[in-house]
């Protein structure tokens, strides 16, 4: 059988010079078997889109003409049927060895800047050899956060790193990610900090600046040397706001702002003046996550609109509440498409339940944490328990026995392995 690539070529070469071919015609000029004929379709109309198909007869090119092979096609090889003349095209000759670049890309993107607070006095301190390990800890604890949360680190400058979040994956949620990440580097520096003070004596600080808007993003730089950048006013205000951000904190302009209000708690720092902008622009200091985990969490508050046309589903919900409370065990699957309104539903049976004493509790898996199997009940325990991310050991162990203190559960068997599930240093057993 003649090879694929050089197949793919005289069917190129022919759609060019003819614009439309019956596929009973390209099967008898080019011997080809029904199976090769299927791959060259799929390819050409789903995969290229270079043409369509007409009523499963025809092949109609759509490529235009300047859509040429990358390589003419070869002689035939012995064994292999010749092909016609008429299937080389002079032009096919002279055709260019590389494709042309691909087009750059108007998008809304958040950009991250972070960067080391004081690192030349970090350089003077270390010998060189310390300072790479010390900044190579630094830049894989930010890496591990940013994969965490879906950005791309584009850069790596010096000691600071330009993260994208909505390039080249786009999320429906980019600018929470790239603030869930700003307030997981801070934190992923103190537990680096408690590594370096015993091996390094030294202590690592961020600032750490956010900023949304548009963008064209490609490839920039020459055939040496190419990156994807994104140029436009983003970058640059994105920088500017890490400049003004005080050690281990995350500033944020307006823009961010907006897209992630009622799931964190943000404190204004006025209108500032940066560098370049003809207008002050509005700033705001990311202090920690509000507790809201969907839209309807944001909204309640506000109020919502009355729910239309779910009257036999939440009838359905309410009547199974009604069976639990009388000792009837009941268990509600809900399932369908994104965006019919399940957690609509939920939301009406919540407020349902509200005026009867009862006990709730809700469990959430996040995309943020596909690793963790467990993450909806460590997330649950976080809540209840109410402790901050960076409260002392010995805070937390105490927290956790006042809650089970009134479980009846032996404390010397539950703490230990809560202490684990959380990530917290086991309590020392005590001796008899």
């Known amino acids: 059988m003649m090879d694929y690539d050089a197949v793919l070529a005289h069917v190129l070469a022919l759609l060019q010079q003819e614009q439309r071919i019956a596929y009973r015609v390209l099967k008898r000029r080019l011997q080809l078997d029904d199976e090769i004929l299927e791959d060259l379709k799929d390819d050409l109309i789903y995969a290229k889109k270079l043409a369509v198909d007409e009523e499963g007869k025809v092949l109609v090119w759509t490529g235009g003409a300047t859509m040429l092979p990358r390589t003419p096609p070869s002689d035939p090889q012995p064994g292999q049927p010749a092909i016609p003349q008429d299937a080389h095209p002079s032009h096919v000759e002279t055709a260019p060895a590389s494709p042309p670049a691909p087009n750059a890309e108007r998008r809304q993107l958040t950009l991250m800047f972070c960067d080391l607070v004081d690192s030349t006095t970090l350089a003077s301190q270390l010998d060189p050899e310390d300072l790479r390990e010390v900044v190579r800890a630094y830049q894989a604890a930010c890496a591990e956060v940013i994969q965490r949360y879906g950005g791309h680190i584009v850069q790596y400058l010096g000691d600071g790193l330009l993260v994208y979040f909505g390039y080249p994956q786009a999320h429906e949620d980019d600018a929470q990610r790239a603030v869930r ?26 600032r750490l600046g956010i900023h949304t808007g548009l963008v064209v993003v490609g490839e920039i730089g020459s055939a040496g040397r190419q990156e994807q950048l994104a140029l436009g006013d983003t970058p640059n205000i994105a920088a500017r706001l890490q400049g003004l951000a005080a050690p281990d904190t995350v500033i944020i302009s307006e823009a961010t702002a907006r897209l992630i209000h009622g799931y964190f708690v943000c404190h204004t720092l006025g209108t500032q003046e940066l560098k370049g902008l003809a207008q002050p622009l509005l700033v705001y200091q990311v202090l920690q996550e509000s507790g809201a985990q969907t839209r309807l969490d944001v909204a309640t508050p506000r109020g919502l609109t009355p729910l239309v046309g779910r009257e036999e589903e939440v009838a359905l919900l309410r009547r199974r509440c009604d069976q639990a409370t009388t000792g009837l065990g009941q268990v509600v699957l809900l399932s369908g498409e994104a965006g019919i309104g399940k957690s609509r539903l939920i939301q009406v049976l919540k407020e349902y339940v509200t005026a009867e004493p009862h006990a709730r509790i809700e469990w959430r898996g996040s995309s943020y944490h596909q690793q963790s199997a467990l993450y909806p009940v460590i997330d649950h325990l976080h809540r209840l328990l109410r402790w901050h991310h960076d409260a002392p050991p010995a805070e937390t162990l105490r927290t956790i026995e006042a809650a089970l203190a009134a479980s009846g559960l032996a404390l010397s068997e539950a703490v230990p392995l809560l202490a684990a599930l959380l990530s917290r240093p086991s309590p020392h057993p005590t001796r008899p």
């Not at 997981?184 to 900090?193: H, P, R, S």
């Open 181 to 206: 990440t700003g307030l997981g580097i801070v934190e992923a520096m103190d537990t680096l900090n408690a590594l370096l003070a015993q091996h390094r004596g030294v202590r690592l600080a961020v």
